[in-house]
Structure formats: structure tokens, C-alpha cells
């Protein structure tokens, strides 16, 4: 069974997708192992019915106070994410590490700093989006996060995105674009267009590189300074 597949067994809510460019075929990700399917049963994911009627505050809350999956027995802090609740731009990492474990604040390590200056090049201040990850809590030793992690944790995601409304989602990295994508897809394969992500909202969304590659692959900036046009441009064309 392959990775999305094991998604669907598992239940997690599809997002409406809808491409702008049909997504051409590309090398699969490894398959999950059935031993993370045995795992993934243990969790009681965290259903969007009990976070309808919550704003973000409670959200916040929520989350803090969350353990549906084994990640809240090693966290130090829940990352919530940052930023006004009001806000044009969303941005969505994979989950927090060491440094945001620590301070319970996004991308406030040395990625953090090349994603300021990232958003910089394009006119942003870190002020003016919101940042969050798919996980609110760290995988130990920095880790992929699980299936049935995303899968437990994937309802405040939703509903972060249901109550900031924003004109434009940037999810940064490959586990973020595949899990909200639903795409087995090599990242390479995926940038480079727009996506529409969420069931009314059909909120436009550019993939990028994750600022944590960037630092291994300096070369890589190019494509993310591209991608950030892309979605700049897409966003004024719909003022
Ligand atoms: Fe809860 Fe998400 Fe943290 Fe797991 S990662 S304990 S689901 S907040």
C-alpha cells in the first residue's frame, strides 16, 4: 500500500485540491511501514467536530493542553504558531524543533532566521503573516513526523486555517506540501504552480524549499525567491 493509501486507511480529512497545471508522475516516497499503521491505531486523533466553535485563543489553548498522540510526553512546549489572526499570508513548516520546542514559538532558530529574511526579500515582516507547522509538537532528534502523528494533530491545522482566512497559504518543505497536498510527489515536481487548498475557501497555496534545506543547499534560494514571486504575484492579481 503506498503513502496515500495508508492515508485514506487512516482516515485523514482530504483537502479539495485543485492544481492549476495537472502534477505530473514522479518517484514515489517510501511506503510507510505496517508497524506505523499498528502505531497510528493507538491515537485518538483530535476531531474538527470538538473545535468548530473555538476562536483562536481557545485554539491556542486547546493545543497546549493536547496529548492524542506520544509526542506530548516529550515536548517541552506546545508552537501554536504566531502572528496576527488577521493576516494575508500563511505560512505552514512541518514541525517545531529543538529551538521552538524551547520557546514554543515557530522558526526561531537559525531556519527561522533565513525564513525573515525570506519573507524580507518579498516586503513581509515575520508581523505581517502567520506561521505555524503541521505538528504543534516536536519529533524527537528532529525526525519525520509520523503518519499518525499528522494524522492525530491534523484537526488544528484545519481550524487554524478556517478561522484566519488567509489569501495565501506558503507550505514550506516536503513533508508539509505532501500531507496538505496529499501528494507523493518529489517537492521538485510540486513547486512552481499554484494549488487551491481547503473545502470553501479554495485558499490559493505555493510549495517551497524548507528554510532548514536552504541552509544545506544554499543554491536552492533561487527557486524559493521564484516560488515567493509566484505567490506574490498570484495574490495581487486577486486584488
Ligand atoms: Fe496533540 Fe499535535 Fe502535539 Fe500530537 S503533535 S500531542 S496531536 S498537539
Known amino acids: 500500500?503506498?503513502?496515500?493509501?495508508?492515508?485514506?486507511?487512516?482516515?485523514?480529512?482530504?483537502?479539495?485540491?485543485?492544481?492549476?497545471?495537472?502534477?505530473?508522475?514522479?518517484?514515489?516516497?517510501?511506503?510507510?511501514?505496517?508497524?506505523?499503521?499498528?502505531?497510528?491505531?493507538?491515537?485518538?486523533?483530535?476531531?474538527?467536530?470538538?473545535?468548530?466553535?473555538?476562536?483562536?485563543?481557545?485554539?491556542?489553548?486547546?493545543?497546549?493542553?493536547?496529548?492524542?498522540?506520544?509526542?506530548?510526553?516529550?515536548?517541552?512546549?506546545?508552537?501554536?504558531?504566531?502572528?496576527?489572526?488577521?493576516?494575508?499570508?500563511?505560512?505552514?513548516?512541518?514541525?517545531?524543533?529543538?529551538?521552538?520546542d524551547r520557546e514554543g514559538q515557530p522558526?526561531?532558530?537559525?531556519?527561522?532566521?533565513?525564513?525573515?529574511?525570506?519573507?524580507?526579500?518579498?516586503?513581509l515582516a515575520r508581523e505581517e503573516v502567520f506561521i505555524t507547522n503541521i505538528l504543534k509538537c516536536r519529533p524527537p532528534n528532529n525526525r519525520d513526523p509520523k503518519v499518525a502523528e499528522i494524522h492525530a494533530c491534523h484537526a488544528y491545522l484545519d481550524r487554524q486555517i478556517q478561522l484566519l482566512e488567509p489569501k495565501i497559504i506558503i507550505c514550506l518543505g516536503r513533508v508539509a506540501a505532501q500531507a496538505l497536498l496529499q501528494s507523493e510527489l518529489a517537492i521538485g515536481k510540486m513547486r512552481g504552480q499554484i494549488y487551491h487548498l481547503g473545502r470553501q475557501q479554495n485558499i490559493p497555496t505555493v510549495v517551497t524549499y524548507h528554510p532548514a534545506y536552504l541552509l544545506r543547499s544554499p543554491r536552492e534560494k533561487r527557486k524559493v525567491w521564484e516560488d515567493l514571486k509566484l505567490a506574490r504575484a498570484h495574490l495581487l492579481s486577486l486584488a
Request: proline fraction near 8%; charge should be negative; glycine fraction near 6%.
Open 1 to 100: 500500500m503506498d503513502r496515500l493509501a495508508y492515508l485514506r486507511a487512516l482516515g485523514i480529512t482530504p483537502w479539495h485540491l485543485r492544481a492549476s497545471q495537472p502534477v505530473s508522475a514522479d518517484p514515489p516516497v517510501e511506503p510507510a511501514e505496517p508497524a506505523e499503521i499498528v502505531d497510528s491505531m493507538a491515537y485518538q486523533p483530535v476531531q474538527t467536530s470538538d473545535l468548530q466553535s473555538i476562536d483562536l485563543t481557545a485554539l491556542r489553548h486547546h493545543v497546549s493542553q493536547c496529548q492524542a498522540c506520544e509526542l506530548h510526553q516529550t515536548r517541552k512546549h506546545t508552537v501554536f504558531g504566531e502572528g496576527h489572526h488577521k493576516v494575508d499570508w500563511l505560512i505552514i513548516g512541518e514541525a517545531p524543533g529543538a529551538d521552538e
Open 107 to 123: 522558526f526561531v532558530g537559525p531556519a527561522g532566521q533565513l525564513l525573515t529574511q525570506m519573507l524580507r526579500a518579498i516586503g
